[in-house]
């Protein structure tokens, strides 16, 4: 475990100098001098650079390297032969990295969920003050769509598959930290670079795009929604999020959320609903109402995820383009 000091160092270091439990998080990961070397990995550095910053021999840097790469604490970069290393660099990134770290003790797994419970609600909100846009984005179930409306690459979660050059499974780290909701873990689809990192550390197992789209369409019929990042190429990962335990849905207040909307809409047609309120129980965002044996959609809570059109008995629920896609500038 390492000294108090240089976690509260660690934990400032990823913008939570004040979190007990990110100090403790760390605490429980790292020893003194892989506190050391962490806090001394930004800007990337090589581990001779490492060495003269923390006065620790190349040899013990070097061995060190590989266990914080698969404890998700370090990443790594490469720009010809020369290799260089840098440390975790916000609370998503060490969450979602640390918590699917094979081998973690339940202790880390708790402090985590005691964080989110507690302190990630004000910490994202953070974020979002000083961000463009939105992190992330909702990929729309593209067979609930309207055949007028127009379904673009970054639309479709399936051209996306399809497009990636590697692709991986991972388990979804909120609900590896959680679970309540008693969803799949195997669900999180990792796309090119991120796979690649997935892979090298173990906690991913290479997948083809046939499986891929099957692991997409599961998460549809489990009611689980498409989130990505918020480009328009996607190149990190497909998550397929649950109501419960998902991190992304913690900050839907405000001008900006989390999450930022399809460009879809959910529409009702009242010749086909029946008023069974099977949609309800599948949106996560309240945006349904059952009144006098209709469905009604509120715009202003849809999110255009699709998810409740999927179990739709009589195919009432559907998708209609309605916005335009609102990116964060890269």
Known sequence: MADKILCRQLAEAVGAVESLLIQKIFGALVKDDEAKVLLAAAPPATVEEL??????????????????????LIFKTKKGEQMKYYRVKSIPQMHDATAVTIGLSREVLDLWKEYMETEW?????KIMDFLPGSVVRVIPVNETIEPESRILAYDDVVTIIENAETLSLVKCSCRVIDGACGKPLEVCIQVDRA?????????????????????????????????????????????????DCCLNWTITAGPKKWVAPSRFEAVVDPDL??????CLERCFFDAIAVKNDLASVDPGKCMGCGVCAVSCPTEALRLKEVRAADFVPV
Do not use: W
């Open 121 to 125: 609600r004000e910490y994202g909100q």
């Open 273 to 278: 609903c029946t008023g069974c309120e099977t």
């Open 195 to 243: 796979a690649e990192y997935s892979l090298e550390r173990g906690t991913g197992r290479a997948l083809s795009k046939g499986e891929a789209i099957e692991i997409v369409k599961m998460s549809e019929k489990e009611g689980l929604v498409h989130v990505v990042d918020n480009h328009q190429v996607v190149g990190h990962v497909i998550c397929n999020c649950c109501k």
């Open 51 to 72: 060495g003269q910053k923390t006065g620790l021999p190349p040899e013990t840097i070097r061995a060190m390297m590989e266990p914080l790469f698969k404890k998700g």
